[in-house]
């Protein structure tokens, strides 16, 4: 599986963002969840939102009402829509793509997302 992520930027305080991500490959069937993770400086890879192919969603509570994330299982792509961003989202987003329970995961190279103040 290949994933090929698109978005982010540069934005103030208070502005939006989307990120969009495209899977590619042989075994997309395997595919159950997908979702985006980030990663801030000096921090570990956090999970930010994650959504199933039958369309179930988590997120982490700082993103609650802010993040919106959406996907086409027939396109096999999946976005996260930014909104009301603060630097504390500063980070390096990457695109994940999982089989059931995370056994296998795959991830896209990372895009920036830099909020400033």
């Known amino acids: 599986v290949q994933l090929q992520a698109s978005g982010g930027g540069l934005v103030q305080a208070g502005g939006s963002l989307g990120l969009s991500c495209s899977a590619s490959?042989?075994?997309?069937?395997?595919?159950?969840?997908m979702g985006w993770y980030r990663q801030a400086p000096g921090k570990q890879r956090e999970l930010v939102a994650e959504?199933?192919?039958?369309?179930?969603?988590r997120y982490i509570d700082s993103v609650k009402g802010r993040f919106t994330i959406s996907s086409d299982n027939a396109k096999n792509t999946v976005d996260l829509q930014m909104n009301s961003l603060n630097p504390e989202d500063t980070g390096v987003y990457y695109c994940?793509?999982?089989?059931?329970?995370?056994?296998?995961?795959?991830w896209g190279q990372g895009t920036l997302v830099t909020v400033s103040s």
């Open positions: 994940n793509a999982a089989t059931l329970l995370h056994q296998y995961n795959w």
């Open positions: 959504i199933s192919r039958d369309g179930d969603t």
């Open positions: 490959g042989s075994i997309l069937s395997s595919i159950v969840i």
